[in-house]
C-alpha cells in the first residue's frame, strides 16, 4: 500500500482555508456552513459560506485527494478554463482562487462561486417527468452551450498554455494512447475486449475539423437549471483540447438516454445534430461520431476499472468503487455493439 495524504478533517479545512483566504484578501476572513456533498468519486466537493472584506460569499470548494480515481491532481487546468469562460456567454461558475501547493491544503484546491439552480436527473426510464416544453427550452441550451464551448478561441486566450502539439490530425491518437496508459495503470487482470477496442480504435482514426476545447464529461446532471434554462456547466475536471466530436459521443451514449430515445433525455439525435451544426459551425461526421462514442464507452470502463483498482490497494474505502466492477462487462458489451453497428 502507497502513502497517502489523508482528505483533512471539517476542522482543519476551516482552519487552513481560512488563514489562506485571510493572505489572498488582506483581511481577516470567517467561514460558517462547510458541509461535504456526497457526489463524485473524484475530487471532494463542499459548499461553505465566507465572510470576505467585500461581503458573504457562497464558495464550492474542491479537494483532489491522492486517492482520488485520477489523482494525482492538478487544480490549475480547472480553475484557469472555468476563469477564462465566465468571461464569454458560456455560462460557467467563475473560480475565484487555487492552489497547487501542498502546504496549503495538503492537496490541490480550488474555490469557486456557488452557482444557482439545480441538477436535472431524470429517474424514470422513459423520461417521462420532463415536461416538452420544459425539456425542449433546456435541449437548446444543452446544444447551443456546447456549440459555444466548441467555437471558442482558446489561441487567443490564457488557455493557449494548454497547446502541447495538438493537431487535427492527432488528438484522436493522442487520447487514445491517454486511457492506454490509465488502463495500464488500473488493470488488475486482462480484459480481452481492452485490446479489441483498442485495435479497432487505432484502425479507425478520424481527422479532427478543428482542436477546440472539449469538455470531457457533457451530459445530463453535469449542468444547472432554473426555469428550464441552463445556469451553470459544471465539472470540468476532464476538459482539454481535441476533436469536437468527443464530447458529442460522449453526450450520446446510451447511459445518458435510458430508454427515452433521446440524447441525455432530453433531443433527438438528428435535432441535436441539426442545431449544434448551425450554431457550430462544424460537420458532424458520423464515422467520426462512431469512433468517439466506442472511444467514450471505452472510457467508461476504464474508470469502472479505476474504481475496482482504488478500492483493492486499500486507499479508498468508498463502497461505490466495488460496485462500479459489476458494470465492467455491460461497458464492454456495449463496446462490441456500438463497433458492429453502422456509422
Known sequence: MTETTALPTDAQIEARLAAYLGEQTGAPVALRGLRRFPVGFSWATFGLTASLPDGDRDLILRLGPDTGLFAPYLARPQYLVQKVLTQTDIKVPDAYWYSDDPAVMGMPF????????????????????????????LARDFVDQLAAIHRFDWKASPLAEWDTGQTVENVAAREIDFWEHLHDRWATRPYPMVYRALTWLRANLPVAPRVSIVHGDYRIGNFLEVDGRITAILDWELAHLGDPHEDL?????PQYSGNSG???????????????QDKAGITVDPATLKFYIVLNLFKIAMTQLAGVSCFESGDFDDMRMPAMGTQIFAA?????KAIEEDA
Open 110 to 137: 480550488y474555490l469557486s462561486e456557488k452557482a444557482v439552480g439545480e441538477a436535472p436527473i431524470p429517474f424514470v426510464s422513459n423520461g417521462a417527468e420532463f415536461e416538452p416544453g420544459y425539456r425542449d427550452s
Open 249 to 253: 459521443g460522449w453526450a450520446f451514449l
Open 262 to 276: 433521446l440524447v441525455c433525455r432530453l433531443i433527438s439525435r438528428q435535432d441535436f445534430i441539426a442545431r449544434y
Open 332 to 336: 464492454f458489451r456495449q463496446i462490441q
